[in-house]
C-alpha cells in the first residue's frame, strides 16, 4: 500500500517555472514505477511523465517533452515533476500515481493515486 500527497501547485505567469512534489509513504514506494497526470476541466486525466523505480528510465508526453523534468529521491519517498516554461494550456489538476511494476503511461495500470494539486498558468 502506497500513499500518495502532493504538493507544489500554484498560479504562475506563462513562462514561469513551478515544481510540484509528491510525498509518498508505503513500504513499496523505492520499488513502485511513479508517474504524474494531470486533468483539466472538462477533459480526461492524461499521463505526462513517468519514472521507473530506480530513476534511470523516464517517460514525457510530447507535450511536456523538454520543458519538464521527473525525478525522485527513493531515499525521501519523494518525486518531483520540474516544470519550466509554463504555458496556459499545462493548467490542470496535476496527480501522482505509482505502481508496483515496471515503469508505464497508461494511466489504468496505476494502482496508487493523490488528491492533485492545482497548476494555473496566466497569459
Known amino acids: 500500500q502506497v500513499q500518495l500527497v502532493e504538493s507544489g501547485g500554484g498560479l504562475v505567469q506563462a513562462g514561469g517555472s513551478l515544481r510540484l512534489s509528491c510525498a509518498a509513504s508505503?513500504?513499496?514506494?523505492?520499488?513502485?514505477?511513479m508517474g504524474w497526470f494531470r486533468q483539466a476541466p472538462g477533459k480526461e486525466r492524461v499521463f505526462v511523465a513517468a519514472?521507473?523505480?530506480?530513476?534511470?528510465?523516464?517517460y514525457y508526453a510530447d507535450s511536456v517533452k523538454g520543458r519538464f523534468t521527473i525525478s525522485r529521491d527513493n531515499a525521501e519517498n519523494t518525486v518531483y515533476l520540474q516544470m519550466n516554461g509554463l504555458k496556459p494550456e499545462d493548467t490542470a489538476v496535476y496527480y501522482c500515481?505509482?505502481?508496483?511494476?515496471?515503469?508505464?503511461?497508461?494511466?489504468?495500470?496505476?494502482?496508487?493515486w493523490g488528491q492533485g494539486t492545482q497548476v494555473t498558468v496566466s497569459s
Open positions: 519514472i521507473s523505480w530506480s530513476g534511470r528510465t523516464t
Open positions: 500515481a505509482a505502481r508496483s511494476s515496471g515503469i508505464a503511461t497508461p494511466k489504468n495500470q496505476y494502482d496508487y
Open positions: 508505503g513500504r513499496t514506494f523505492s520499488n513502485s514505477a
